[in-house]
């Protein structure tokens, strides 16, 4: 499905479930997805209701039309509790859909005013986009077997990219649906948020990653953004590699004293436009609190009221 983002694409998931369909994420909530969903109804469902609707997390590209499945099939919508939680923040105002809170918070991390403008600018309002959600839905729980069709499928829950993210993994079809949480080419983005400033993350996130090792070596993964891939122990590894390579920047680069915002130029190699830019420096803050939580920096408020970040010297020796 199409998204009005640089990231273009959304891979959402059909399962046959008797005489019906289980979806897997909805697109984002736009009348070119609703579109897409009503002509998928006869060409590719075969006129068969969607039965159930299971959401990996509550991002816009994920979960913004999950009301108008409740309402368009009569589809139940399976969540973990946290996602759902957010996803109905989010709807109503929630502190990390409240975009003032967030640009007071990367002003105060080093942003300047035309980043903040035109970030602004280009996010989109979650209370706008996100449709209401039905009171009552079906709680995933990591761990959790859920039948689909013939098949049992293990919910595979991770943090970092968000707070309870559902991943599918189907032992007998040896298919892993990774959603979000672990992508083929680009890495997952890891923010830390406006409403827990001393968070980490990245570490939940990285902690995350290994509970995908029990899964088998050569499963075929279905992410939700680029394309199906093998090799997830070695995709598991690289990401890894790619955090700690970015932890070693952000540690070197604080030699002198680094906002977040100074940071994304050693983290990120190329250009940002403006709603990138909003990504990019929530992940410097991920990587900044990491390293403080190692006790490898600290973090610290200066007269001018912007956070830096500089090397811990009792650390160093």
């Not at 913004?64 to 973990?80: C, H, V, Y």
């Not at 986009?129 to 049992?152: C, H, K, N, Q, S």
């Not at 990401?239 to 915002?261: F, I, M, N, S, V």
């Not at 983290?267 to 436009?273: K, V």
Request: proline share 6%.
């Amino acid at each position: 499905m199409p998204l009005p983002f640089a990231l273009n694409h959304i891979n959402l998931w059909l399962l046959a479930d008797g005489d019906g369909w289980t979806a897997i994420d909805t697109g984002y909530n736009n009348d070119e997805t609703r579109a897409f969903w009503d002509a998928a109804f006869d060409r590719v469902l075969g006129g068969r209701p969607i039965r159930r609707l299971m959401v990996s997390h509550f991002h816009p590209d994920h979960a913004s039309l999950a009301g108008w499945f409740a309402e368009r099939w009569d589809a139940p919508i399976w969540m973990t509790y946290s996602e759902w939680m957010q996803a109905q923040l989010n709807r109503y105002g929630g502190p990390t859909a409240d975009i003032d809170a967030r640009m007071d918070f990367y002003a105060e991390n080093g942003m300047e005013q035309e980043g903040i403008d035109g970030y602004r600018a280009t996010r989109p309002d979650f209370s706008k986009i996100i449709l209401p959600l039905p009171i009552a839905f079906r709680r995933m729980m990591d761990g959790d077997m859920v039948t689909i069709g013939d098949d049992d499928w293990q919910v595979i829950t991770g943090a970092g990219h968000s707070p309870e993210h559902a991943a599918l993994w189907c032992a007998k079809r040896n298919i892993l649906i990774s959603g979000d949480q672990i992508l083929p080419r680009i890495s997952t983005n890891v923010s830390l948020q406006c409403n827990e400033p001393d968070g980490d993350p990245l570490r939940l996130y990285l902690e995350s990653l290994e509970k995908f090792r029990p899964v088998a070596s050569d499963a075929l993964v279905l992410p939700s953004h680029d394309r199906p891939f093998y090799g997830l122990h070695d995709r598991i590894d690289g990401l890894g590699q790619h955090h700690e390579e970015r932890l070693d920047a952000a540690y070197d680069a604080c030699a002198t004293p680094q906002t977040a915002r100074d940071l994304i130029p050693y983290l990120f190699h190329r250009t940002l436009d403006q709603h990138q830019l909003g990504f990019a420096i929530g992940e410097a803050l991920a990587h900044a609190n990491y390293l403080v939580a190692d006790g490898r920096l600290t973090k610290q408020r200066d007269g001018d009221g912007i956070i830096r970040y500089r090397q811990n010297a009792h650390a160093a020796g």
